[in-house]
């Protein structure tokens, strides 16, 4: 597999769907699992690709606030409204000043427009 969007977005289409599918998982599969900064250069092509992104065991889209604007999910939420995104992983230990930042305004700031 090619650790690249494509690659993911083809290694889940292929092998994780059939395989829950085969074993009569129903757990959903979020996709991205990564930060805000991100979403451009790798997420939006994950999430882009309708085939992964509207099949049944696709659960939405797991964000980091560490790097980034968190605004991006409003923006993301504009194009996808049906997908659902969640904050996954965020800073409350040691960081840099800019990463607690970012982690203490992504859960409210992500989805404050909508």
Known sequence: MSR?????VEFTKTRVHPAFRAAGITTKV???DWNHGDHTNFGAAVVGDAGGRDDPLSGGI????????PVVGSQVHGQYPSVRQFGTEHSGGICTTRTRRTSSASPATGAAAW
């Open 4 to 8: 690249n969007p494509s690659g993911l």
């Open 30 to 32: 979020l996709v991205h």
């Open 62 to 69: 797991a964000w980091h606030g560490y790097v980034g604007d």
